[in-house]
């Protein structure tokens, strides 16, 4: 039987505004073992205090999965910090973890922003004279996260909007769980509407996420029936 070390290596990748304070676009680490994601994002945060404000902010992906804060690292792992892909405090998330509303509308939330809209997509038990059971939902990533930020770009620059926050699940999602958390900041609250609205709607059309809805007596890959268009799909409401 072989011990257990006492120390792991990991390799941490960083990009964009995190490559820049840090100087650097990988840096590897040596951590006691066990090391959670929370624990590495302490220490990263303890040794470059720019990265975020809050350490339990620090989106963490792990072998190019997102992973949340109790994740235990195993040696030879890649981290990948992953700062806001849109600018400021916007936000993209593709995870097949249960989603928080509350948390990410907590990260558009602002002393500058008069209104705050955030939307829920969740699974409903019917569709089209069918009892649903539960849907499935498979994204091509790292794609998915780009056409979400960049639909994120063209939210701002319709609309005087400040921080976005999007997020949207992947797997498994049962009957009353969210698939889709749409959360916007701005100064008013008709931009704000707006602005969600265009938003679950550009979602449906560019983003390569797929759903198959799971019903009694059968299954259906929803959306792409009609042959409207490659990525035109629905979302359970």
Known sequence: MTAQSATIIVNILLFARYREITGSGSITLQLRNPTTVGELAKQMLKNYPALVHDASNLVVAVNEEYRDHDFVLQDGDEVALIPPVSGGQSNVL????PLEPESITQLVKTSEHGAVVTFLGNTRNHNDGHKVMYLEYEAYRPMADQKIAEIIEEMKAKWPIGAVAIAHRT????IGEESLVVAVGA??????????LFAVD???EVVPIWKKEFFEGGEIWIGSQDGRGFFDRGVSL
């Not at 797997?171 to 049962?174: D, K, L, S």
């Not at 100064?187 to 707006?194: D, I, N, S």
């Open 94 to 97: 593709v995870t097949d973890q």
């Open 171 to 174: 797997g498994r999602i049962n």
């Open 187 to 196: 100064g008013h609250r008709r931009e704000a509407f707006e602005a969600t």
């Open 202 to 204: 550009r979602i449906k």
